[in-house]
């Protein structure tokens, strides 16, 4: 079964650092451009970051310059490291390509920004 499994959310005070993992099941490449999305309650899903085969990188204007995506092709694992975290960018984070797939939306991780 293809699938995208998302990890590495918790509790981090406001200035605090995480990182995210999205495992792929398969040769990650293969999906294509892949990106990571945020939802908070009552909200759409945001599409915050992407990253395409070739390796060009956009970010959506609430996290540029504070949150870096890449990709490890030989774990097909996707990153999204997060710094200077802010209250506000308290969501449920997913992964998927960047033409979002129904079926690869997986249960995310919640990421708390909290003192």
């Known amino acids: 079964q293809v699938q995208l499994v998302e990890s590495g959310g918790g509790l981090v005070q406001p200035g605090g650092s995480l990182r995210l993992s999205c495992a792929a099941s398969?040769?990650?490449?293969?999906?294509?451009?892949l990106g990571w999305y945020r939802q908070v309650p009552g909200k759409e899903r945001e599409l915050i970051a992407y990253i395409t085969t070739s390796g060009l990188i956009n970010y959506a204007d609430s996290v540029k310059g504070r949150f870096s995506i890449s990709r490890n092709g030989a774990k097909n694992t996707m990153y999204l490291q997060m710094s200077s975290l802010k209250p506000e960018d308290t969501a449920v984070y997913y992964c998927n390509t960047r033409s979002p797939v129904r079926g690869l939306w997986g249960q995310g991780t919640q990421v708390t920004v909290s003192s």
């Open positions: 398969t040769n990650i490449f293969s999906f294509g451009a």
